[in-house]
Each structure stands twice: as C-alpha cells, then as structure tokens.
C-alpha cells in the first residue's frame, strides 16, 4: 500500500483494525471496496468525459486559427496592390477597402474565439487535474467557459457571413475574368493571382495584345 511503504514507526493495522480479523471487520472492509471500485468507475467516466469536451474545443480552436483571411492583415500598400490587381483583370477600377474592413472583423472575432477556447481548455485542464487526485472542482467553471465559446463562435459566424457577402461579388467577377481570359478554372486562377499578380497580370496582357493583333492582322 502506498500510504504505508515509507513508515518509520508503528501504525494500527488499516486491514485487522484492532488487531483481531472478524467477519464484522471483514464486512466493513467489503463495502470499502466496492465503494472504491465504484468511485474509481466514476472517475474514470469523468474523465473520459472532459477528455471528449477537450478534444471538441480544441478543434474549435484549430477552426479559429484558420478563420481569419490575410487580408484581415493588409495595410494601405497591400491593399492598393490588390485593387491594382482585380483592376487590370477587370479592366476598370475596384474597391476593396469595405471587403478589407470585413475581413479585419473577421479577424478580431476569430481572435476573440481563440482567447475563448483558451480558457476553456484551462478550465478543463484545471478540473481533470483536480478529478486525478480526487479532489473536488467546479463544473460551472467549465459551463461558463463553454458558454462562451458558443458565444465567441457564433459572433465569428456572423462575422464570416459578412465577409463572404462582402468579398463574394468582387471576387466572383475576377474570378470569371480570369477563367475567360486565362482559360482556367476560376479558384485555380485567383490561387495564382494571389501567389504572383504581377506575373498574372503581365501574361493577361500579353494575351490581349495576341487577341488584338490577331483581329487587326488576321490569323
């Protein structure tokens, strides 16, 4: 027994008790048992429990650090390469500073829901420390940090919803510029535009100078 294996003096049989192994002792013993194994059983179900909660938000978690787009980080620079971009697919001015704005919303809810996800791994690691030695924890604790990963989830929802509705017009019709006028997938094209747009844009260019004097000059 652990409790007992370093002992440097003399201590009263926790089995005999008195010194003397009756059936009564022996009862008493059998209900400790049982009452044991089923704490223990308890236990074990316990953490099995917060083990799945765990897992659920840190998945949360790795959603939230894949949430917000690079432009929720573009300064004025960026952004003016990225209109100049979309412009010379267009062929006309483009505006993207309220898509950027969205996607900064974007990124401060996602922000907001990692910070969430934080504490509510803390709460859990804290009650799953506690649970192994026994001992007694909160589970409001846990509640209210989940309550408000659902809170912060939701906001970043509707934050997500705004952006799409923001940057999906535009995007859209570069897209369908690009598959024209490159002959590609649309997605695939906004890949490379976004990889190297000064490399898009000149093979753009060069192709319509092809188109134009192949109507002037004939095929």
């Known amino acids: 027994m652990p409790a007992y294996e370093h002992l440097e003096h003399g ?48 998945s949360v978690g790795d959603a939230a650090a894949r949430l917000a787009p690079g432009a929720s980080q573009y300064d004025s620079e960026q952004l003016a390469k990225a209109e100049a971009s979309a412009a010379a697919v267009l062929g006309e001015a483009v505006t993207l500073s309220a898509s950027c704005e969205r996607a900064r919303e974007l990124g401060r809810s996602s922000g907001s829901l990692t910070d969430a996800v934080s504490s509510a791994e803390s709460a859990l690691a804290a009650a799953s420390a506690r649970l ?61 535009l976004a990889r190297a747009p000064e490399k898009t844009v000149a093979e753009l260019r060069r192709r319509h100078a092809v188109t134009r004097a192949k109507k002037e000059f004939g095929d």
Not at 32 to 46: K, P
Not at 49 to 54: I, R, S
Not at 146 to 167: I, K, M, P, Y
């Open 11 to 58: 201590v009263r049989c926790p089995v005999c008790d008195d010194g003397t192994l009756t059936p009564e002792r022996l009862s008493v013993l059998r209900e400790e048992v049982v009452a044991g194994t089923d704490l223990r059983q308890r236990q074990s179900a316990a953490r099995r429990e917060l083990q799945t909660v765990a897992m659920r938000v840190r």
């Open 132 to 192: 192994d030695v026994l001992a007694v924890f909160d589970p409001g604790e846990i509640v209210n940090a989940l309550a408000n990963v659902g809170t912060a989830g939701q906001a970043s929802q509707t934050a997500r919803d705004r952006f799409l509705a923001e940057v999906s017009p535009p995007l859209g019709r570069v897209s369908a510029a690009l598959n024209d006028q490159l002959g590609t997938s649309g997605w695939d094209a906004l890949l490379r």
